[in-house]
């Protein structure tokens, strides 16, 4: 199904709202807000929760109105459009782990480059992570579709009947589904730990966190090579 178009009323709100996120979820009015508000804990200070308030809404409200991160915001529309096109031929039952995959990389990218350490080796490794969840998901395509063509579409229900007939097959699409789920429940861990990393003076270093995101790429790779074996027999 088609994306309905958007009047230039509808797409000048969506874009504001898009900067309200951006700017209540950036990591520098988050941690602005946060610093302030332990600090004032700490002290006895609890008039100062208020003025962590009021920073947060400061800094967000500049965020707001800054040319670049409007600027960021509008790539980032223009990406996720064009996400939902190059998936549309993928099945549903894959569509939403590509789609997911590429805003958590977005969302995590962009915290990242606006940090005071972007960590350029976890942002490679993130890039690559969401770029193999793309490619398992298309090479999948053909055995997800001949699976949901003799079982129907993919539900937890009807994959367990099948899993229990012991059918391979099913093994390895039910591995797929569980693979790229974790891949994008990582990314965004995984990044959201990279981030709170660049705002505290402990946390995980870059090589560890670039070294668990190659893994997830490693199991992604190996699955898709079970799944291939197994249609390959079936088709």
């Given at each position: 199904?088609?994306?309905?178009?958007?009047s230039?009323?509808?797409?000048r709100?969506?874009?504001?709202r898009?900067?309200?996120?951006?700017a209540?979820?950036?990591?520098?009015?988050?941690?602005?807000?946060?610093?302030?508000?332990v600090?004032?804990?700490?002290?006895?200070?609890?008039?100062?929760?208020?003025?962590a308030?009021?920073?947060?809404?400061?800094?967000?409200?500049?965020?707001?109105?800054?040319?670049?991160?409007?600027?960021?915001v509008?790539?980032?529309?223009?990406?996720?459009?064009?996400n939902?096109?190059s998936v549309?031929?993928?099945?549903?039952?894959?569509q939403?782990?590509?789609?997911?995959?590429?805003?958590?990389?977005?969302?995590?990218?962009?915290?990242?480059?606006?940090?005071?350490?972007?960590?350029?080796?976890?942002?490679?490794?993130?890039?690559?992570?969401?770029?193999?969840?793309?490619?398992?998901?298309?090479?999948?395509?053909?055995?997800?579709?001949f699976y949901?063509?003799?079982?129907?579409?993919?539900?937890?229900?009807s994959?367990?009947?099948?899993?229990?007939?012991?059918d391979i097959?099913?093994?390895?699409?039910?591995?797929?589904?569980?693979?790229?789920?974790?891949?994008v429940?990582?990314?965004?861990?995984?990044?959201?730990?990279?981030?709170?990393a660049?705002?505290?003076?402990?946390?995980?270093?870059?090589?560890?966190?670039?070294?668990?995101?190659?893994?997830?790429?490693?199991?992604?790779?190996?699955?898709?090579?079970?799944?291939?074996?197994?249609?390959?027999?079936?088709?």
């Amino acid at each position: 199904m088609s994306s309905p178009v958007l009047s230039s009323k509808q797409r000048r709100q969506q874009y504001g709202r898009q900067l309200a996120f951006n700017a209540a979820t950036h990591p520098w009015p988050l941690a602005l807000g946060a610093v302030v508000a332990v600090a004032s804990i700490l002290s006895g200070v609890l008039f100062g929760v208020f003025v962590a308030l009021l920073a947060y809404v400061g800094v967000a409200v500049t965020m707001f109105f800054d040319d670049a991160q409007g600027q960021k915001v509008l790539e980032r529309m223009r990406a996720q459009r064009e996400n939902a096109s190059s998936v549309k031929a993928l099945p549903e039952s894959l569509q939403k782990h590509v789609v997911e995959a590429r805003a958590q990389r977005d969302a995590v990218i962009s915290a990242l480059q606006d940090s005071a350490d972007p960590m350029p080796q976890v942002q490679a490794e993130i890039r690559a992570l969401t770029a193999e969840v793309d490619r398992v998901a298309t090479a999948g395509a053909p055995a997800v579709r001949f699976y949901e063509n003799r079982h129907g579409p993919i539900t937890r229900a009807s994959n367990r009947r099948q899993l229990d007939n012991g059918d391979i097959l099913a093994q390895r699409v039910n591995d797929l589904i569980h693979v790229l789920t974790n891949a994008v429940e990582q990314i965004g861990v995984l990044g959201g730990e990279a981030v709170a990393a660049t705002l505290q003076a402990h946390g995980e270093d870059q090589r560890q966190l670039a070294r668990r995101v190659a893994g997830l790429r490693d199991d992604l790779q190996a699955t898709r090579a079970g799944l291939d074996v197994a249609y390959r027999k079936e088709s």
